[in-house]
């Protein structure tokens, strides 16, 4: 299984508004040129995810996109799915032998399982734990 740019970006978007939460609207164009992607990209990601309530728009000159929930409640398996469709490596059929349909069927649990044990909030506080290290010479 592969996660394309859709959802990628739509992870990129989702972590920003999450940083953000509470301080009003951001607009896809400020994330944009955060990320050097591509504003009109943006836009058609933010479709999907704001008719899945996951995004709400406010309009006006001072508009953008808010989350729909708090970030604790919005899981990255959350994000992928509206963006991807289903989770799974492979599809399991019924004539493969028991082994290798068990072991699709654990993949496709295991890789399910990170991504909605991973909320949001867990993603915008993430800190590189090999970067916090100050090595002086």
Known sequence: MK???????????????????????????SIAQSYD????????LISPLRN?????????????YLLGEEPAAI????????????????EVLDEEEPAKRDLWIRIRD???EVLDNTTL??????EDDQ?????YI
């Open 52 to 64: 899945a309530g996951l995004v709400k728009s406010i309009r006006g000159a001072y508009g953008g």
């Open 131 to 135: 970067n916090a290290y100050m090595f």
């Open 37 to 44: 992607l591509s504003e009109h990209y943006l836009e058609q």
């Open 3 to 29: 996660i394309s740019t859709k959802g990628r970006y739509g992870l990129t978007i989702m972590i920003e508004l999450a940083k953000q939460y509470g301080n009003g609207p951001i607009s896809l164009k």
């Open 75 to 90: 899981t990255a398996g959350d994000i992928i799915s509206v963006l991807e469709g289903p989770i799974n490596p492979v």
């Open 121 to 126: 909030e867990d993603l915008a506080n993430y």
């Open 110 to 112: 295991a890789v399910r």
